[in-house]
C-alpha cells in the first residue's frame, strides 16, 4: 500500500490456498477487483530451485503463466469496474419462516450457524427468557469482532449475543458472562493459520452465584456453566463476525479443539495466593472474565517434585517462543510452592529467569521471525536485546509479565500444566476508535468486567 500511494505499481502474492480468503480480504477493503497472482502451497523447506519453479511455472489459480499475471496486473490500466466502490449487504430478516424442527436444524447446519453440535432452537420465546438475565435492552450495542485484523469488523448487540446464549443451552443467569467475554472484542474464533483459541476465566462472586465449577475436572465438560458459557463465546465469535469457515474465514492448519469451548473459574478461597482479576487491578469483590489468546500447546506435569526445576525449564523452553504460557495449577501445587518459600510473583519471576535459550534457536522459529522481529528491527525491547544477542549466547524468551498463573482444580492430585495462553487486554481486532461501550453509549467499565452486564 506504501508503494502504491508512492505511485509505484505493486500486486499481491498469495499461496493458492489462500484464494479466497485474497478475495474476500480485498473485498472487505473496498478493493474487489484487485489483482492477485498466486503460487503452490507449500513455501516451507523448498529448495531455491523448488521455488523458482514456481515463479517460472503455472498460477494454480488462474490457470496461466504466474509472470503473465504478474507483468499484467502491473501494466494494465484500471477500468470501471476496478474504480467502483464495493458494497456489503448486511440486512437480513430478524426472523426465520416456520419449518419443522427437523428442517431448521438442517438449515442452521447448511448454514455454518453451529459448531456442528446439537443446539437449542433460538425460538423468540427462548430468545426472551434468556434476555431475562441481563437488564440491558435487546438492542444495547455490545461490541466489534471479526476473525483477522484485517477482515471487516461487524457489530453485534445483546439481542445478538443472547439468541447464541440460548444456541449454546446456557441459562439467563449466565447471560453477563457471556456477554463480557464478547464485549473484548476479542474472538475466540480467530482466522490464524496458527490453529489458536480463546481461553477464559472467571474471577469474582458471580462464579458460585451460577455454579461455576474451579474443583474437579475444571477444565472438562463436567459442567453446565463452565461448558455453555464457553460454547456461547465461541457461537458469538462464530455468527458475529462474518462466520468460521474453513478456506475463507478460518485458516487454522490443523485446528483446535479450544474452539468448541474453553472457559473456566479460579479456585479462589483454596488459594494461597490473590486471585487473577485481583493482579490485573480489579477488586475482590469485582466479577471479571479474562480472555488468554493462545491454546495451542499443552505441557503437564506434577510436583513440585525434586527436581521441578529442571522439569519447568524443560517446559518453559519446549514452548511456543511467541504465545507465552498460561499456568494452571491445582491448589496443591500452589501449596506447595509457598512451603518452598515462593510468592506467585516470585515464581513468575524465576521462571522467566530460567526460561532461555541460545539466540540462534530461538530466531530460528517461525512465528518468532515472522510476528516478533520486526518489532525488534523497530527497537521495541526487550525484542530488540534479544536480537543484538551473539548466535550462541544465552537470551530470556519470556518477560515477567507475559507469564500467567491461575489456581484451579479439585486437589486429588498435584497436577499443573502450561498452556498456550497470551493474556490479552483490549481485543486485538476491535477497531481502536470505538469504545467498550459501543458507538458513543455509556462506558460500560474495563473490558472484562461481567457486573456491568448484569
Given at each position: 500500500?506504501?508503494?502504491?500511494l508512492?505511485?509505484?505499481?505493486?500486486?499481491?502474492?498469495?499461496?493458492?490456498?489462500?484464494?479466497?480468503?485474497?478475495?474476500?480480504?480485498?473485498?472487505?477493503?473496498?478493493?474487489?477487483?484487485?489483482?492477485?497472482?498466486?503460487?503452490?502451497?507449500?513455501?516451507?523447506?523448498?529448495?531455491?530451485?523448488?521455488?523458482?519453479?514456481?515463479?517460472?511455472?503455472?498460477?494454480?489459480?488462474?490457470?496461466?503463466?504466474?509472470m503473465?499475471?504478474?507483468?499484467?496486473?502491473?501494466?494494465?490500466?484500471?477500468?470501471?469496474?476496478?474504480?467502483?466502490?464495493?458494497?456489503?449487504?448486511?440486512?437480513?430478516?430478524?426472523?426465520?419462516?416456520?419449518?419443522?424442527?427437523?428442517?431448521?436444524?438442517?438449515?442452521?447446519?447448511?448454514?455454518?450457524?453451529?459448531?456442528?453440535?446439537?443446539?437449542?432452537?433460538?425460538?423468540?420465546?427462548?430468545?426472551?427468557?434468556?434476555?431475562?438475565?441481563?437488564?440491558?435492552?435487546?438492542?444495547?450495542?455490545?461490541?466489534?469482532?471479526?476473525?483477522?485484523s484485517?477482515?471487516?469488523?461487524?457489530?453485534?448487540?445483546?439481542?445478538?449475543?443472547?439468541?447464541?446464549?440460548?444456541?449454546?443451552?446456557?441459562?439467563?443467569?449466565?447471560?453477563?458472562?457471556?456477554?463480557?467475554?464478547?464485549?473484548?472484542?476479542?474472538?475466540?474464533?480467530?482466522?490464524?493459520?496458527?490453529?489458536?483459541?480463546?481461553?477464559?476465566?472467571?474471577?469474582?462472586?458471580?462464579?458460585?452465584?451460577?455454579?461455576?465449577?474451579?474443583?474437579?475436572?475444571?477444565?472438562?465438560?463436567?459442567?453446565h456453566?463452565?461448558?455453555?458459557?464457553?460454547?456461547?463465546?465461541?457461537?458469538?465469535?462464530?455468527?458475529?463476525?462474518?462466520?468460521?469457515?474453513?478456506?475463507?474465514?478460518?485458516?487454522?492448519?490443523?485446528?483446535?479443539?479450544?474452539?468448541?469451548?474453553?472457559?473456566?473459574?479460579?479456585?479462589?478461597?483454596?488459594?494461597?495466593?490473590?486471585?487473577?482479576?485481583?493482579?490485573?487491578?480489579?477488586?475482590?469483590t469485582?466479577?471479571?472474565?479474562?480472555?488468554?489468546?493462545?491454546?495451542?500447546?499443552?505441557?503437564?506435569?506434577?510436583?513440585?517434585?525434586?527436581?521441578?526445576?529442571?522439569?519447568?525449564?524443560?517446559m518453559?523452553?519446549?514452548?511456543?517462543?511467541?504465545?507465552?504460557?498460561?499456568?494452571?495449577?491445582?491448589?496443591?501445587?500452589?501449596?506447595?510452592?509457598?512451603?518452598?518459600?515462593?510468592?506467585?510473583?516470585?515464581?513468575?519471576?524465576?521462571?522467566?529467569?530460567?526460561?532461555?535459550?541460545?539466540?540462534?534457536?530461538?530466531?530460528?522459529?517461525?512465528?518468532?521471525t515472522?510476528?516478533?522481529?520486526?518489532?525488534?528491527?523497530?527497537?521495541?525491547?526487550?525484542?530488540?536485546s534479544?536480537?543484538?544477542?551473539?548466535?550462541?549466547?544465552?537470551?530470556?524468551?519470556?518477560?515477567?509479565?507475559?507469564?500467567k498463573?491461575?489456581?484451579?482444580?479439585?486437589?486429588?492430585?498435584?497436577?499443573?500444566?502450561?498452556?498456550?495462553?497470551?493474556?490479552?487486554?483490549?481485543?486485538?481486532?476491535?477497531?481502536?476508535?470505538?469504545?467498550?461501550?459501543?458507538?458513543?453509549?455509556?462506558?460500560?467499565?474495563?473490558?472484562?468486567?461481567?457486573?456491568?452486564?448484569?
Amino acid at each position: 500500500m506504501a508503494l502504491e500511494l508512492d505511485g509505484i505499481p505493486t500486486i499481491p502474492v498469495s499461496t493458492h490456498v489462500f484464494a479466497r480468503l485474497a478475495a474476500a480480504t480485498a473485498k472487505a477493503a473496498g478493493l474487489p477487483t484487485t489483482r492477485n497472482c498466486f503460487v503452490p502451497q507449500p513455501l516451507v523447506g523448498r529448495t531455491p530451485s523448488e521455488l523458482r519453479a514456481y515463479v517460472e511455472g503455472m498460477d494454480p489459480v488462474h490457470k496461466r503463466p504466474f509472470m503473465q499475471g504478474v507483468i499484467e496486473g502491473l501494466t494494465q490500466p484500471l477500468d470501471d469496474e476496478d474504480l467502483k466502490d464495493a458494497s456489503f449487504e448486511r440486512d437480513s430478516p430478524r426472523y426465520l419462516e416456520p419449518d419443522t424442527d427437523d428442517n431448521l436444524r438442517k438449515l442452521f447446519i447448511q448454514e455454518n450457524w453451529t459448531d456442528f453440535l446439537p443446539i437449542m432452537l433460538p425460538t423468540e420465546e427462548r430468545v426472551e427468557a434468556m434476555l431475562k438475565g441481563t437488564s440491558h435492552a435487546a438492542d444495547k450495542f455490545v461490541g466489534y469482532m471479526r476473525p483477522t485484523s484485517f477482515r471487516e469488523a461487524w457489530g453485534f448487540d445483546v439481542e445478538k449475543v443472547a439468541i447464541n446464549a440460548v444456541m449454546a443451552g446456557a441459562n439467563p443467569e449466565y447471560l453477563p458472562v457471556i456477554l463480557a467475554a464478547c464485549a473484548t472484542g476479542i474472538s475466540a474464533r480467530s482466522s490464524s493459520t496458527t490453529s489458536w483459541a480463546s481461553i477464559s476465566f472467571v474471577n469474582g462472586p458471580i462464579r458460585k452465584e451460577i455454579g461455576m465449577n474451579d474443583g474437579i475436572g475444571a477444565m472438562g465438560p463436567y459442567n453446565h456453566a463452565n461448558a455453555t458459557i464457553g460454547r456461547a463465546y465461541c457461537l458469538v465469535s462464530q455468527n458475529c463476525q462474518g462466520g468460521s469457515v474453513p478456506g475463507d474465514t478460518y485458516m487454522g492448519s490443523v485446528g483446535n479443539n479450544y474452539n468448541y469451548t474453553a472457559c473456566f473459574a479460579e479456585a479462589e478461597e483454596r488459594s494461597p495466593w490473590s486471585p487473577f482479576h485481583v493482579d490485573q487491578g480489579f477488586r475482590p469483590t469485582d466479577s471479571v472474565i479474562s480472555i488468554f489468546f493462545g491454546g495451542w500447546y499443552t505441557h503437564s506435569g506434577f510436583g513440585p517434585r525434586e527436581t521441578w526445576q529442571e522439569k519447568f525449564v524443560r517446559m518453559l523452553t519446549a514452548a511456543d517462543h511467541f504465545s507465552s504460557p498460561l499456568i494452571g495449577m491445582d491448589p496443591i501445587v500452589a501449596n506447595e510452592f509457598v512451603k518452598l518459600g515462593y510468592t506467585k510473583e516470585s515464581l513468575i519471576q524465576w521462571c522467566a529467569d530460567n526460561a532461555k535459550m541460545k539466540a540462534r534457536n530461538y530466531w530460528d522459529d517461525q512465528w518468532v521471525t515472522t510476528l516478533v522481529k520486526p518489532h525488534a528491527e523497530a527497537g521495541v525491547e526487550p525484542m530488540a536485546s534479544r536480537l543484538r544477542a551473539a548466535p550462541d549466547e544465552e537470551i530470556s524468551i519470556f518477560a515477567p509479565n507475559d507469564i500467567k498463573i491461575i489456581v484451579m482444580g479439585g486437589e486429588t492430585q498435584g497436577a499443573f500444566k502450561m498452556i498456550s495462553g497470551r493474556y490479552t487486554g483490549r481485543g486485538p481486532n476491535s477497531p481502536g476508535a470505538t469504545r467498550w461501550g459501543g458507538r458513543g453509549g455509556a462506558d460500560m467499565g474495563p473490558p472484562g468486567l461481567i457486573d456491568v452486564w448484569r
